[in-house]
């Protein structure tokens, strides 16, 4: 119990902590899946190559046009022409994360986020357990304030960048992570600071931020805000502009259509197999293959008589419509429906709904509702896949009572791209777990989570 109160001091001190449960010790996983896990990162940003390369071969027509029609389904046309631009064409997110689910027949990644939050949290954590416990911590104490740190010398082609890291208010429960982040960052001796989009100071001369005694030039500006949210952020359009005029550098790149959920439906359209397997070589083909879900665009499309939804089958027998899934028994539906992307809904687990943790009536609603938003706010259907049964110990906080906790677990790996161009390393720097009771059919922070780090 020490141990625990010794760890929700040092998070409640750093300003992290918001409320979940806390366990004395990392959660364990064995050597050959951290052994995966740590080889994962070159895979995905590999996938990420892959599949910008696509959406640009699809515009230009050496692939198929719908390929980047559903990418750009519901976005402003001024974003898609600038994501378009030559100069932005190589950027590519310098951040990886998947969400792992840690099933009993392997590991299944059901969604990546390339602006994903946790970063200043799990870099505490690993602080925090590495002063109270004996277990190697994937990544090690500092890993995770090293290679962000790492990652943005490199994306800003700068070995002492000044760093901005701009928080909207539509993020703002992020910001005690990324204001603690850039403090240790500073006082490894670098200038970072974790500022809102209206602090940010525009001059045609590049964009500058105020360090409480003097003006600073920004070298890089790591966006922590969504691509959907752009109209509510201030100056986004000069922030835009000074990275078009190449005043600024800027990352995660304003690409929506690698922030798209529905990119895993095209890895595993067979209308697409051929060209994933030219450019991703068939290792890396068949791993991620068996790591990615099976996922659908839900297009309201009308479907030939002789048509099937590729791969979609209900009882045995193949889906032709997705009227087809209305009628499924609970048993049928182990499913869940999300919005792909470019939504408030998108992300946080906002806006998933499971299948068979619903009536089928609520079921039906949200097929139709899916098909209905097709055009502004497209959504997936993907498979989904149980969490194998994990243990682990936690403090109780109304008796300071140590319990133990049956549950699922979902291993979040954060990646950095760090290094120069032509010698990219892709390294994972830490591990968030998040255990939820078995109860609760979708993983993710509540209250009732235990978090903490991983380690073997």
């Given at each position: 119990?020490?141990?625990?109160?010794?760890?929700?001091?040092?998070?409640?001190?750093?300003?992290?902590?918001?409320?979940?449960?806390?366990?004395?010790?990392?959660?364990?996983?064995?050597e050959?899946?951290?052994?995966?896990?740590?080889?994962?990162?070159?895979y995905?940003?590999?996938?990420?190559?892959?599949?910008?390369?696509?959406?640009?071969?699809?515009?230009?027509?050496?692939?198929?046009?719908?390929?980047?029609?559903?990418?750009?389904?519901?976005?402003?046309?001024?974003?898609?022409?600038?994501?378009?631009?030559?100069?932005?064409?190589g950027?590519?997110?310098a951040?990886i994360?998947?969400?792992?689910?840690?099933?009993?027949?392997?590991?299944?990644?059901?969604?990546?986020?390339?602006?994903?939050?946790?970063?200043?949290?799990?870099g505490?954590?690993?602080?925090?357990?590495?002063?109270?416990?004996?277990?190697?911590?994937a990544?090690?104490?500092?890993?995770?304030?090293?290679?962000f740190?790492?990652?943005?010398?490199?994306?800003?082609?700068?070995?002492?960048?000044?760093i901005?890291?701009?928080?909207?208010?539509?993020?703002?429960?992020?910001?005690?992570?990324?204001?603690?982040m850039?403090?240790?960052?500073?006082?490894a001796?670098?200038?970072?600071?974790?500022?809102?989009?209206?602090?940010?100071?525009f001059?045609e001369?590049g964009?500058?931020?105020?360090?409480?005694?003097?003006?600073?030039?920004i070298?890089?500006?790591?966006?922590f805000?969504?691509?959907?949210?752009?109209?509510?952020?201030?100056?986004v359009?000069?922030?835009?502009?000074?990275?078009?005029?190449?005043?600024?550098?800027?990352?995660?790149?304003f690409k929506?259509?690698?922030?798209?959920?529905?990119?895993?439906?095209?890895?595993?359209?067979?209308?697409?197999?051929?060209?994933?397997?030219?450019?991703?070589g068939?290792?890396?083909?068949?791993?991620?293959?068996?790591?990615?879900?099976?996922?659908?665009?839900?297009?309201?499309?009308?479907?030939p008589?002789?048509g099937?939804?590729?791969?979609?089958?209900?009882g045995?027998?193949?889906?032709?419509?997705?009227?087809d899934?209305k009628?499924?028994?609970?048993?049928?539906?182990?499913?869940?429906?999300?919005?792909?992307?470019?939504?408030?809904?998108?992300?946080?687990?906002?806006?998933?709904v499971?299948?068979?943790?619903?009536s089928?009536?609520?079921?039906?609603?949200?097929?139709?509702?899916?098909?209905?938003?097709?055009?502004?706010?497209?959504?997936?259907?993907?498979?989904?896949h149980?969490?194998?049964?994990?243990?682990?110990?936690?403090?109780?906080?109304?008796?300071?009572?140590?319990?133990?906790?049956?549950?699922?677990?979902?291993?979040?790996?954060?990646?950095?791209?760090?290094?120069?161009?032509?010698?990219?390393?892709?390294?994972?720097?830490?591990?968030?777990?998040?255990?939820?009771?078995?109860?609760?059919?979708?993983?993710?922070?509540?209250?009732?989570?235990?978090?903490?780090?991983?380690?073997?």
């Amino acid at each position: 119990m020490d141990q625990c109160l010794q760890i929700k001091n040092r998070l409640i001190e750093d300003g992290v902590y918001i409320h979940w449960r806390i366990s004395p010790e990392p959660f364990r996983i064995n050597e050959r899946e951290l052994t995966f896990i740590e080889s994962l990162g070159a895979y995905l940003h590999k996938f990420y190559k892959a599949s910008n390369k696509l959406y640009y071969e699809s515009v230009h027509g050496r692939q198929p046009s719908w390929v980047s029609e559903y990418l750009d389904q519901g976005k402003p046309q001024a974003l898609i022409e600038y994501s378009r631009m030559n100069r932005m064409k190589g950027l590519l997110p310098a951040v990886i994360r998947p969400d792992i689910i840690l099933t009993e027949d392997g590991m299944v990644a059901t969604e990546l986020d390339s602006v994903p939050g946790g970063i200043g949290i799990t870099g505490s954590l690993a602080r925090a357990y590495s002063f109270t416990s004996k277990s190697d911590i994937a990544g090690g104490r500092d890993g995770m304030t090293e290679g962000f740190l790492n990652m943005l010398k490199s994306a800003a082609h700068n070995s002492d960048p000044v760093i901005a890291i701009v928080v909207s208010q539509e993020s703002k429960d992020y910001k005690p992570e990324m204001e603690w982040m850039a403090k240790v960052i500073r006082d490894a001796g670098f200038r970072a600071w974790c500022i809102r989009p209206e602090d940010v100071i525009f001059t045609e001369g590049g964009l500058f931020l105020n360090d409480g005694e003097d003006r600073q030039r920004i070298d890089i500006l790591y966006r922590f805000f969504e691509l959907f949210d752009l109209k509510n952020v201030s100056k986004v359009e000069l922030i835009m502009y000074s990275a078009k005029k190449r005043e600024v550098a800027v990352t995660p790149p304003f690409k929506p259509f690698l922030e798209e959920k529905l990119l895993y439906a095209l890895f595993h359209h067979p209308g697409l197999k051929k060209y994933w397997l030219n450019e991703l070589g068939e290792e890396t083909f068949t791993l991620l293959a068996n790591l990615f879900p099976a996922t659908w665009i839900l297009d309201p499309g009308e479907m030939p008589p002789y048509g099937v939804i590729p791969g979609l089958e209900v009882g045995g027998m193949p889906v032709t419509k997705w009227s087809d899934l209305k009628d499924t028994t609970q048993a049928e539906r182990e499913f869940v429906i999300k919005p792909s992307g470019f939504s408030e809904l998108a992300w946080g687990s906002r806006g998933v709904v499971a299948g068979h943790d619903i009536s089928q009536k609520v079921w039906g609603d949200t097929i139709e509702k899916a098909l209905m938003d097709f055009n502004k706010n497209p959504r997936i259907l993907q498979e989904y896949h149980r969490g194998r049964h994990v243990e682990v110990s936690y403090m109780d906080e109304s008796s300071h009572e140590m319990n133990k906790m049956p549950g699922r677990v979902r291993l979040c790996p954060y990646y950095f791209v760090e290094g120069p161009l032509d010698k990219e390393d892709v390294r994972l720097r830490g591990i968030m777990a998040t255990i939820c009771p078995l109860d609760k059919k979708l993983i993710h922070g509540m209250e009732d989570a235990v978090i903490t780090v991983a380690g073997a």
